[in-house]
């Protein structure tokens, strides 16, 4: 890593068993970065956090905080906050003794811990609610005990398992932008896991993503979702038309059947070979209907085999002939008020155009 790194994990690996939980991870973080380890359930995530935090020895591996190695030092010596997805609270503990309860570990004195207390309940919101006990708090309010809690002992680093998963959407979303407004007040490095794209997306200064115990992607929300790396990213964030078959002609020029597209990134970063095969993917919302105003260039004719509402758009599906008998899907998410306003009905011939610098390609 860099000096401006925070925090540093190097090849990390971790095995249960024969079983390879995480494969070769490395990625650092800055001081007072927001990332997100996003991926399905049971690629690892809660893996990392448990080694990063010290409650998991890596199998190989180093993890340094602060230019020093932490690998081999307890959770006691990490100075690291923790929230996990179960509130986790003390069920025989008052709100205020529960957020209290790290703070008297670490100090006998008992003197400053009241106020600090007040203080962190007044951080999360909680202000004259220290003598409830958690089953007496709903779900938002017990993950809110969970954060000060994790705050008390001001770490140096938070880290959150799924700290929202447990939560009714709207308390979810509300509580998305108040712990991201807090850490950014706090300008605590903070690593959150999630297996929710939106939560990652709307959270995140930069995203990890996960396959398998793999890292396959990182980097900002924006660069993940338009240049995701490869199909598995692509379709876990958001959703992605893939087409099979397709050969590279010459540089910047695609083959599908007969069809010719231009592609403005098409040399990848794989350096296809000419007359090699490969597969391209393109957004459903970056499929633009013929009145969109295409040029000729990568214009497709389309058949509409159904419709689907979606409220502020509709998803069509599209059939594209590529050749002979042979076709292939493609759906298009357009907005409401164009669909009705071209009339656009199943069965209906529909020429789009895909923009060159829209189309990502991907190895066969
Ligand atoms: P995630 O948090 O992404 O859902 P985990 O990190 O919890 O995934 O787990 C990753 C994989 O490692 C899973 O297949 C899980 O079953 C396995 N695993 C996790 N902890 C253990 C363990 N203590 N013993 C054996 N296998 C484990
Ligand atoms: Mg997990």
């Known amino acids: 890593g860099e000096i401006s790194d925070y925090l540093s994990v190097h090849q990390l690996t971790k095995k249960f068993g024969k079983f390879t939980a995480l494969d070769d991870i490395s990625f650092s973080t800055k001081l ?4 997100c380890v996003l991926g399905p359930s049971g ?53 205020e ?27 999360v919101g909680l202000s004259g609610m220290g003598n409830k006990y958690p089953a007496q708090l709903s779900g938002g309010q017990q993950q809110r005990v969970a954060l000060a809690r994790a705050m008390a002992i001001s770490p140096h680093l938070l880290l959150l398992d799924e700290p929202l998963s447990a939560l009714d959407a709207k308390v979810r979303i509300r509580l998305r932008s108040e712990i991201r407004q807090l850490q950014k007040r706090l300008g605590v490095t903070t690593i959150m896991v999630t297996h929710d794209q939106e939560e990652a997306l709307t959270m995140a200064d930069r995203i990890l993503i996960i396959d398998r115990g793999k890292l396959v992607q990182m980097g900002t929300p924006g660069e993940v979702y338009d240049k995701p790396a490869t199909p598995f990213v692509a379709s876990f ?33 794989r350096r ?73 009905q199943e069965n209906m011939h529909l020429p789009i155009h895909l923009p060159v610098d829209r189309i990502r390609v991907y190895a066969a």
Not at 51 to 78: F, M
Not at 105 to 123: D, F, I, P, Y
Not at 241 to 267: Q, W, Y
């Open 237 to 269: 964030i958001g959703s992605m038309n893939f087409i099979t078959k397709v050969r590279k002609m010459e540089d910047g020029i695609f083959g599908v059947g007969e069809h010719r597209l231009k592609i403005s990134n098409g040399r990848g970063a």
């Open 32 to 35: 007072g970065e927001f990332l």
């Open 272 to 344: 296809v070979q000419n007359g090699e095969p490969v597969m391209i993917g393109v957004r459903p919302e970056d499929v633009m209907i013929q009145a969109d105003g295409g040029d000729g260039i990568n214009t497709l004719n389309t058949l509409v085999s159904a419709i689907e509402y979606r409220g502020s758009l509709f998803r069509l599906s599209l059939n594209l002939p590529i050749s002979g008998n042979d076709y292939t899907t493609i759906d298009a998410d357009v907005p409401s008020e164009k669909v009705r306003r071209l009339g656009l």
């Open 97 to 123: 003794d529960n957020i209290a309860y790290g703070l008297k570990q670490r100090s006998k004195k008992a003197k400053g811990v009241e106020g600090r207390v007040t203080e962190l309940l007044e951080t």
């Open 43 to 95: 690629c690892g995530k809660t893996t990392v956090l448990r080694a990063i935090a010290g409650l998991e020895k890596p199998t190989s591996g180093t993890i340094v905080v602060e230019g020093r190695d932490v690998t081999q030092l307890p959770v006691s010596r990490r100075n690291v906050g923790i929230v996990f997805q179960s509130y986790a609270l003390f069920p025989n503990l008052t709100a």
